[in-house]
């Protein structure tokens, strides 16, 4: 199953640590920027956290640690199932939202994948904080670093 226009859904995709990360498409907001899509695969080659059913407090403590994550090398995105114009409304001013916002991307659940450069899903948890997500990025890490 791909995601590539609203009302599509990623709860037959999302798998456990180890398999495949889903193929998701959808319009992103990043500020400054022209309405555009972007695939998850577009960012193969680095790590990414994807942040899944993203509320504004997540997506806010995100941008936060935004530069603690690109430090560990990690690319960070977040999803919410808002339609681009209203994502556009709400992160528009927000200047400390620098990271794409994947828009129409119909999952509930508020989950975060961690996704190492090949494409292969490393951690999916429940979002509590940015800061636990950093610690889970950096868990997945610590192996490579040794």
């Not at 037959?12 to 920027?33: C, K, N, W, Y």
């Not at 400390?96 to 961690?114: D, G, M």
Request: aromatic content about 4%; cysteine-free; glycine content about 6%.
């Amino acid at each position: 199953m791909t995601v590539r226009r609203a009302g599509r859904s990623l709860i037959h995709m999302i798998a456990s640590p180890g398999t495949a990360a889903p193929v998701l498409a959808a319009d992103a907001f990043v500020r400054g920027e022209q309405r555009r899509t972007l695939e998850l695969a577009d960012f193969r080659g680095t790590w990414v956290v994807l942040a899944l059913a993203a509320r504004h407090v997540d997506v806010l403590e995100l941008a936060e640690l935004e530069e603690a994550f690109a430090a560990d090398g990690a690319v960070v995105l977040a999803a919410t199932p808002a339609d681009w114009h209203d994502t556009h409304d709400r992160y528009g001013s927000e200047q400390s939202v620098r990271f794409p916002i994947l828009t129409a991307v119909e999952e509930q659940r508020r989950i975060t994948l961690v996704v190492d450069p090949g494409g292969v899903i490393r951690h999916v948890g429940l979002r509590r904080s940015a800061r636990e997500t950093l610690a889970a990025l950096e868990a997945q890490l610590l192996p490579l670093a040794a």
